[in-house]
């Protein structure tokens, strides 16, 4: 089992920047990829990005559009989102997730295992 607490959302105006956290725990040692999504009222979650854990690779969703850095930390524990440029389209809640095997598509939410609370992102225009 691998624990996932995601922190550094808030309110934020166009334009502005956050950096999102995921502290991961337990299992950590097993995780092939941690991957962020994003999910507002009545829609279904979304692709923002995902990182392979070991080999550094990186996938960003098409309106990333160069906005966003996903990153870990060298003890791999601590997963990064980086929005920068932010618009109100951009707000929503933010959750990281994990899963512990290659072969499956780091796109789809059903892909990821151990999922985050979430933290909640607001753009003001």
């Known amino acids: 089992q691998v624990q996932l607490v995601e922190s550094g959302g808030g309110l934020v105006q166009t334009g502005g920047s956050l950096r999102l956290s995921c502290a991961a725990s337990g299992r950590t040692g097993g995780i092939y990829a941690m991957g962020w999504f994003r999910q507002t009222p009545g829609k279904e979650r979304e692709f923002v990005a995902a990182?392979?854990?070991?080999?550094?690779?990186?996938y960003y969703g098409d309106f990333v559009q160069g906005r966003f850095t996903i990153s870990r930390d060298d003890a791999g524990n601590t997963g990064y989102l980086e929005m920068n440029n932010l618009r109100p389209e951009d707000a929503a809640t933010y959750y990281c997730a994990t899963n512990r095997f290659l072969g499956l598509s780091l796109y789809q939410v059903r892909s990821y295992e151990f999922w985050g609370q979430g933290t909640q992102v607001t753009v003001s225009s």
């Open positions: 990182m392979k854990w070991k080999e550094g690779h990186k």
